[in-house]
DNA sequence: ATGCTACAAATAGTATACGAATTAGAAGAA
DNA sequence: TTCTTCTAATTCGTATACTATTTGTAGCAT
């Protein structure tokens, strides 16, 4: 989904370089992305970047229209609240098929990982963090085209709730909730730990709703 | 995902008959598909064939390798199985969703597909029958993104499913648990509902596993 | 001054063309 | 005969070039 980006080394790179800019804002939502001027940045012709585009679009993260070409994609706070929803069933169903396959290594890089939250200072960092914890509880569930997906819908969200982080109120319930979860994943309470993570995203979603709805009103 | 066609007039029927060729098997997985010749056969250049085949692989359903084109792609039965993981997930969290926002405008759809599944004859007329059934049953949703993730899912599926579903046993099972879905969306049963569609969907699950065990021991 | 038309600039989309890589086949050696 | 190696023919990937659609601007009329 993600990787299996197609091998024509031209256009990766674009590809890279053009979904970095989007995830990190530095491109705005909105904001036209113009090939001519993308291709000579990078000193290659329109086709790659067509190519990077089209790919972009396929993960959607710009938006062609009939002859205007593309633009990053801005996503509706009812669209935000959508993906979280698919969150809950992609995620609860990878915890699921993976805690029976769970071994004390996999146990060992999650402890490692919570503790390193102490550390975490930028947005970004808290961020990335949050997204390798998750990660690492969903890798053992041996299903590589679930893992891709739930990649992808973290990232389509990404810029979105990069912006709603920044008035984050606290890190300390998402951490708490991680060791409950790891916890239960640890005793081999599948249910139980479904229910935690599902909880937890619930709560996330949530959050994001009335950070969302105080936005819009101000 | 599957619609946002990126509206380029050329690339589109291109990208509308690949996909057809290959959904109905007209074009077999690990065939190459040359792109000079498709584009003599449209009567066109290579970029939009290439762009359209470039959409095909994000949607999954062909391949590129380097330098040696794109070819349709072949879904191992571990994949397959694993799909089938994606749908309960998807479908489930769909329906929870959906049974709240039923009206009986609804119930009504519903009901007059079930009917037409006696007259049924060939295995591609059921196969579309039970996918509207289930489309019904998760459109009142309210989520395009996770209706569009449903619908690439059970497309992906399709071509190796057809295949199976020609040595299929029986169309009495999954007609009468059809009912039984409906009946608990209608009394508003939504776990109800839920538990009976995930039955629904592992049973098909194991029966294709099970056709699969038996093929390849073959 | 404001709104409309006509023209010019910019930008997208696609055809053509070409270099690079792969594949196929033929010729020669073991 | 069978395996290697070299050459020829496909086929891919991308740069260049051209057309068409859109956007911006100036001039005209109201």
Redesign the pocket.
Known sequence: MTKPA???????PIYDSLRDEILSGAIRPGE??????I?KRH?????????A?LKLEADGFVL???????MVRELSAAELLHLMDIRVALECKALELAIPNMIQSDFDVMHALLKQYAEVETVEHWSSMNQSFHNALYEPCGNAQLLDMIRDIQQRMGPALRLLMTEASGLDRPNEEHHAILSACESGDVTGAVDLLRAHIETSKKETAARLRRRDTV
Chains 1, 2 share one sequence.
């Open positions: 197609h091998l024509t080394t031209t256009s990766q036209p992305l113009r090939q001519d001027e291709a000193g290659i012709s329109k086709i790659p970047v067509r190519e585009l062609f229209r009939k002859n205007r070409g593309a």
